[in-house]
């Protein structure tokens, strides 16, 4: 892993602590002289974004669980306290709270960009697993974050989520029992959820090291998507792609930022705001903007046990993905079909975050209820299943038939043979 | 402008995410002097506004996360500590055990909540025909006053203006109506849970005297009400515009020396 230096100590410190533990060498070799291809693009900052978001949320989170109660009487005045009588504690739960949803703004184009540039193709297969399996502990945390205020929206979305596990045939409901530490939704839950939700952001902070353990073994990709042949190709890490990250990560805060201070409710559900009451059921509950496509995907099978298949599928097929894509090419740069149905793809996932979030059987986009009448209307339900048929269509028809047959242009020879191309448009 | 984004909501009511009840209207779109990246609250129309909450509201609803010493904060109705005090010590407080183990009565601290009207839940629900009057603390933030994604983006969720159009927005209803009218109902177009409320129409031209000599009508009152529950809800609002402000400053200045130094360091290499 320490291949790319020529790390010599200089101080005797440096001599000693070098035979001890050889960090200052992993620093340097890792952090500062990594080759990196010159020509990334600021879709690769996001890698920098997230890491940043992750540090922004664990220490929020520490801080606001100095504060909070773990209690069902208590939880929901805690945030209350917390929001009016601890320092700034306005200021750290409005960060906490939108920090998780710029969180999945950063994920989502961190994904759809690995997409483009087929960033999960060989020899990469595992660091995009290993993504893969970071997103999954964000959407746990996120979940069990989103109870702990103990709202009404806290409580019955952490309802209708543990419940999916009922659908599992014959353990389903000792699952779901376990789950809740009862036979309802009360304090073990909530105990339950706030110990979870702390120790995962520190599995997720060990995968993100393992991510980027991924990540300097091959390398990374490029917008090219060719390989790295010569050290002409690349830059090392420091100073250009710090300052480049870092330019990224601050201009990313200013709209991280603005959120905060100017609409903190926004990402929200105002019901929330309501302390949880097990006794009232919300008139329509849904979950956070991040989730929504997938429950559209969950609503979309009439089926309770097939739509928690679907869901659950949906992201599990993206393990499979460096599978199912046979191009020899990896970028998307040079792939005009399969760039047409990625493009598609994306507008497929917004149309199922906006299937996800009204009432099935209302028109779609509309509050007004279609007429049970039998026949055909273009309601929340049918968009959703068509999006869900679309997606799952894409993973197992377009993209490995695409892949094959489609007739990719002409790559450049080289990442320097690209740059220079493009330097000599620009002069042009 | 706010007309415009009031009619673009119709069309985008598309857009929502929330469904709204049938036959419920969306909130009347008044403005108020805290709207907007640098609006501030009006110190007059928050003491007016707690003085309506005082003594109308607080008859039967409860306050739990506010307390007396709150009214004198920076950011709010500003009232001075000495009046807290007053203000505090007019109230009799159940504190207690003492040494002997007895609860007793003593006059209220600035540091006491703001007392409830009843006992508990089920005393506040027997008195009001079995409908639980809501604590008022978060009421402007728990309860949108229209929806549409992108309207609630430009217009904010409008708490406060639903708050105001529900006291206003009652109706004697017409013959037909009338027929459908449950015993103890009012009507009222506005109740998210509506179109009956459990709660009979609270305001009347002078049902309180204002202290600064502003004309107490029925819409003032509204108005006034709504601001000050406006504050309860987010008591640190100013704060937080203010540090906003400063902090997007910073950033816009920090964003633009770092992309001079990345666009220094990237001169001549070809990427």
């Known amino acids: 892993m320490s291949g790319h230096s020529n790390y010599q100590p200089t101080t005797r410190f440096g001599k000693w602590l070098h035979e001890r533990l050889p960090i200052m060498e992993l620093i340097q070799a890792q952090g500062m002289d990594f080759p990196t291809p010159r020509n990334l693009n600021y879709w690769w900052t996001f890698g920098g974004i997230l890491a940043t978001m992750l540090v922004v949320q664990i220490l929020t989170g520490v801080v606001l669980a100095m504060h909070y109660t773990p209690h069902v009487d208590l939880a929901f005045n805690s945030v209350e306290h917390i929001m009016r009588d601890v320092n700034y504690g306005w200021l750290i739960r409005y960060m906490h709270a939108n920090g998780a949803s710029m969180f999945f703004i950063a994920v989502y184009i961190h994904i759809f960009r690995g997409m483009y540039y087929g960033s999960y193709k060989a020899p990469r297969e595992v660091l995009w697993m290993i993504g893969v399996v970071i997103y999954l502990i964000m959407m746990a945390t996120a979940f069990m974050g989103y109870v702990l205020p103990w709202g009404q929206m806290s409580f019955w979305g952490a309802k209708v989520i543990t419940n999916l596990f009922s659908a599992i045939p014959f353990v389903g409901d000792a699952i779901t029992t376990w789950l809740w530490g009862g036979f309802s939704i009360d304090n073990p839950t909530l105990n339950r959820f706030f110990s979870l939700h702390y120790l995962l952001p520190f599995v997720l902070a060990a995968a993100v090291g393992l991510h980027i353990w991924a990540l300097h073994v091959p390398g990374n990709n490029n917008p090219t998507g060719i390989s790295v042949k010569s050290s002409q190709d690349t830059l090392p890490f420091h100073p250009y792609y710090t300052m480049k990250d870092l330019f990224a990560i601050v201009a990313f805060l200013v709209f991280y930022m603005a959120w905060v201070f100017y609409s903190p409710n926004y990402l929200g559900h105002a019901i929330n705001y309501d302390p949880a009451n097990p006794l009232v059921t919300p008139a329509h509950i849904v979950p956070e903007w991040y989730y929504l496509p997938f429950y559209a995907i969950l609503r979309a099978i009439p089926d309770k046990l097939g739509g928690v298949i679907a869901m659950f599928a949906s992201i599990l097929i993206l393990f499979f993905l460096p599978w199912l894509d046979r191009s020899p090419l990896r970028s998307f740069k040079y792939r005009p079909l399969s760039r047409v149905f990625f493009w598609i793809f994306v507008v497929v996932c917004v149309i199922l975050g906006f299937a996800g979030s009204g009432l099935p059987d209302n028109y779609f986009l509309s509050h007004h209820a279609a007429p049970a009448d039998g026949g055909f209307h273009f309601t929340y339900k049918i968009v959703g299943q068509l999006a869900t048929f679309w997606y799952f269509f894409h993973f197992l028809v377009i993209i490995p038939l695409v892949s094959k047959i489609e007739r990719t242009e002409k790559a450049p020879a080289s990442i320097t043979e690209a740059v220079l191309a493009k330097a000599h448009d620009h002069a042009a | ?271």
């Open chain 2, 1 to 271: 402008m706010r007309k415009i984004f009031i009619i673009a909501s119709v069309a985008f009511a598309a857009l929502t995410g929330v469904a709204q009840a049938e036959g419920v209207l969306p909130a009347k779109g008044i403005s108020y002097s805290f709207e907007g990246p640098l609006g501030t609250f009006d110190r007059g129309q928050l003491q007016r506004g707690y003085k309506v909450y005082k003594e109308v509201c607080a008859n039967c609803h409860s306050m739990k996360l506010m307390s007396f010493r709150n009214l004198s904060d920076k950011g709010g109705p500003e009232f001075t500590a000495e009046q807290v005090k007053a203000l505090a010590a007019t109230f009799t407080v159940k504190d207690g055990p003492n040494e002997d183990g007895e609860m007793f009565d003593r006059p209220g601290l600035p540091s006491d909540r703001f007392p409830s009207p009843f006992a508990n839940d089920q005393a506040a629900k027997a008195a009001n025909g079995g409908a639980l009057p809501p604590d008022l603390s978060l009421i402007t933030k728990a309860r949108p006053g229209w929806y549409g994604t992108i309207n609630q983006f430009f217009n904010g969720i409008g708490g406060p203006q639903y708050v105001y159009s529900v006291l206003t927005g009652y109706e004697e209803p017409d013959e037909e109506m009338a027929k459908l009218q449950p015993p103890g109902k009012s009507l009222n177009h506005y109740f998210a849970a509506g179109p009956w409320i459990g709660m009979p129409a609270p305001l009347s031209d002078d049902v309180v005297t204002y202290d600064d000599g502003t004309k107490a009508t029925v819409d003032q009152m509204a108005r006034d009400v709504s601001a000050f529950l406006a504050w309860t809800a987010e008591p640190k609002m100013e704060a937080r515009k203010h540090l906003g402000f400063m902090t997007l400053l910073y950033l816009a200045v920090f964003t633009l020396m770092l992309y001079l130094v990345k666009k220094k360091i990237w001169a001549g290499v070809p990427h």
